[in-house]
């Protein structure tokens, strides 16, 4: 697998195009806006979208799905049925935090845990991780050790857990028992800022060190 971050929206959300280099097939992991900047990246790189990827349905993350799953025909794997009130507040997210009007979409396929979603030849295994949101997945590719893990860990720190639903211990279990154990030389891609490799945050970061 390949993969290039496109940073979206006024919150700087690391969108991430993901492709088989075997197929050319992609797929976009939250599409949270910026829609035009994503497409860009998609031609520039010569792959097709073949479906949409969700961590989570905080508005940086989804609020681009929608529209691109409509205009494009795409589907729309991710995340878990636990995030579905996030979902249903899309335009109440869009009004809180000053995004464009964006409409609510109904996921094709909801992920729960060891559940597998290819693109291409490559396949992504689900880690449902709770606490940033109910519903929080991430999507490990155990052959290029890979993982995106949306606002659950990031270099240095951790997914904020102050919004509804959110759970401080729900997240810390989530990052000590579910990612931690994938191993150490995973690099990861966060929702936010640089990345990381498992075995760094283990050692070096505060909140789970």
Known sequence: MKYRIIPVTPFQQNCTLVWCENT??????????DLDRILAAVEEEGVVLEK???????????GGTAELSTNYHLPIEGPH???????????????????????????????????????????????????????HVVFYNEDDQVALVGDVLFHGSIGRTDFPQGNHQELIDSIKNKLFPLGESVTFIPG????STLGVEMTSNPYVR
């Open 52 to 62: 949409i990827m969700l961590t989570h349905a905080h508005i940086d993350h989804a």
């Open 81 to 135: 049925r636990g995030d579905l009130f996030w979902i249903e507040g899309m335009s109440q997210q869009c009004s809180m935090f000053n995004f464009p009007p964006c409409d609510t979409f109904t996921p094709t396929r909801w992920l729960d845990d060891d559940d597998e979603v290819s693109v291409g030849e490559g396949v992504f295994k689900v880690v449902h991780c709770p606490g940033h949101t109910p519903g």
């Open 24 to 33: 050319k097939k992609a797929a976009v992991v939250d599409p949270g806006g």
């Open 192 to 195: 936010h800022g640089p990345g």
